[in-house]
């Protein structure tokens, strides 16, 4: 039976894509209305010459920057709250997002909760709480991505970890939108190759996923079936040679498409791929990079017949499900990509723990097939053995 034609549709913001446009960071904030912008980014980033160069043209700008970078990889709770005084007690008016993921989550959230009354779980991505917010509380954010992966900079929400609960849980409102992003491939140039495969597969599985999803979203399903190509045709040369500014230009726009796409929605990738962070503070781009060739093989019997379109646009010499896969797999080896989550030191001794919670996020709504705790634990144990045939369904 042919599923039914009824979607909803929303895409994102105004983009400037291209090398030197960070100069343009300072007329941006004041286009937006920012004149006391918070620079948020991470602690990788916190002595970087590119931060040091943002604001630098923020204060040549006239503008009269904050600062702040403790943020984690997988940030938590404490990494909003600093970052909330130090904007609130700054009188800043906006936030300038800079970095990957997690600076550009938290930014979001700094400048989501900057004039909220109620905690920040209030606003989980959960039925509508979202209404719960005081629109007129948000302040506006200019986002600039420094990795290729996450797409964080058009996305409505941001991922925190909440760590009495032990989860990951996601904010969303739809003004917590960045009013505008500056892509400039040359701030990713010093990206070592190791994250720019674990970004850059991050971006793929986001394409993947969201073409995998079920329900009808041609705009999403045509944008994720180019950002794989993209990501295919670029994401080797911009691993084996960093200084690749057309690799990585167009690297920041599979990204930016990966995300664009997942509206549709995402997959137990991603449901497992979120635990791991809380327990194990695996890398998201990497758990992402390693699950999955395993989450591909319970889908199976639900994307089968999406393989042959992705095989061709692919340029696959076998353009089925098993071209596909074998592809996949040998993509991971040329980057460096571990075979299985066992040579990341994850073992089976929290594997029901992982199966559960895998079971409850967000992402598992709209995996291809029906995925309950005990689906996921099985993936999630032929993840760690590598053995892919066990996680047939």
């Not at 160069?53 to 943020?71: C, K, N, S, T």
């Not at 890398?283 to 992705?310: C, K, Q, S, T």
């Not at 061709?312 to 571990?338: C, E, S």
Request: charged share 20%; aromatic share 8%; net charge negative.
């Amino acid at each position: 039976m042919t599923a039914p034609l009824k979607g909803a549709w929303n895409y994102p913001t105004r983009i400037l894509a291209g090398p030197g446009r960070i100069a343009e960071l300072a007329d941006a904030c004041r286009g937006a209305g920012i004149t006391r912008p918070f620079f948020v980014t991470d602690k990788g980033l916190e002595t970087s010459a590119i931060a040091a160069r943002a604001m630098e043209v923020l204060r040549a700008g006239g503008l009269a920057p904050g600062f702040y970078a403790d943020i984690r990889s997988n940030p938590i709770e404490e990494n909003l709250d600093g970052g909330l005084a130090l904007y609130r007690a700054g009188g800043h008016d906006g936030v300038v997002a800079f970095g990957g993921g997690s600076a550009l989550d938290i930014a979001k959230l700094i400048a989501f909760m900057s004039g909220q009354s109620r905690p920040v779980w209030d606003f989980e991505d959960v039925g509508d709480w979202w209404t719960r917010a005081d629109p007129a509380g948000i302040a506006p954010v200019i986002a600039v991505p420094t990795t290729a992966g996450t797409g964080s900079e058009v996305g409505r929400a941001g991922v925190i970890t909440d760590g009495r609960a032990g989860v990951k849980k996601i904010i969303f409102h739809p003004k917590m939108l960045p009013v505008l992003v500056i892509e400039d491939p040359e701030l990713t140039i010093g990206l070592p190759p190791h994250i720019t495969a674990w970004t850059g597969l991050d971006a793929f599985t986001h394409c993947f996923e969201a073409y995998c999803a079920p329900g009808f979203h041609p705009m999403a399903d045509g944008i994720a079936l180019e950002g794989m190509r993209i990501v295919k045709a670029y994401l080797p040369r911009a691993f084996a040679t960093g200084g690749d500014i057309e690799a990585r230009g167009q690297m920041l726009a599979a990204a930016t498409m990966g995300a664009t796409a997942f509206q549709k929605g995402l997959g137990a990738t991603h449901s497992i791929a979120h635990p791991l962070g809380v327990v194990y503070d695996t890398p998201h781009g990497l758990a992402n990079a390693v699950l999955l060739p395993y989450v591909m093989m319970f889908n199976r019997p639900a994307i089968e017949a999406r393989m042959p379109l992705l095989g061709r646009v692919l340029d696959l010499r076998r353009a089925d499900f098993d071209g596909v896969l074998d592809w996949l797999l040998g993509f991971r080896r040329q980057l460096g990509i571990p075979a299985m989550l066992g040579d990341l030191q994850v073992g089976l001794d929290r594997a029901g723990e992982i199966g559960i919670m895998a079971e409850h996020d967000p992402s598992t709504g709209t995996n291809p097939r029906p995925a309950k705790a005990a689906d996921m634990e099985k993936i999630f144990r032929a993840a760690v053995t590598g053995d892919l045939a066990a996680a047939s369904g």
